[in-house]
Nanobody
Framework: QVQLVESGGGLVQAGGSLRLSCTAS????????MGWFRQAPGKEREFVSA?????YYADFVQGRFTISRDNAKNTMYLQMNSLKPEDTAVYYC???????????????WGQGTQVTVSS
């Protein structure tokens, strides 16, 4: 059974950087569009970024985050720079299923990794 496992979260000061990883089991990783979402306490989950043959970003990213993937390693990354306290959330990776990449359906989710940005 395919699983997604995130890693790379942690505590960082405002202005700092983190790189999140999402590793998938299974041999068909390269054929899927993959995405990153986040959920802050008391807020709904929101789209952050997605990657297929091109990259997609939420407006709030504003050039601070970069999504990438290494299909040979079945791994997707999210490089986050210039982090702000409002970026604090649990970050999830997910496998796209259908619809719009930002509000469509994703059919497989990881367990999440906590990112905390201190001011």
């Amino acid at each position: 059974q395919v699983q997604l496992v995130e890693s790379g979260g942690g505590l960082v000061q405002a202005g700092g950087s983190l790189r999140l990883s999402c590793t998938a089991s299974g041999r068909t990783f390269s054929t899927y569009t993959m995405g990153w979402f986040r959920q802050a306490p008391g807020k709904e989950r929101e789209f952050v970024s997605a990657i297929s043959s091109r990259s997609y970003y939420a407006d709030f990213v504003q050039g601070r985050f970069t999504i990438s993937r290494d299909n040979a390693k079945n791994t997707m990354y999210l490089q986050m720079n210039s982090l702000k306290p409002e970026d604090t959330a649990v970050y999830y990776c997910a496998r796209y299923y259908r619809g719009s990449v930002d509000v469509g359906e994703y059919d497989l989710w990881g367990q999440g990794t906590q990112v905390t940005v201190s001011s």
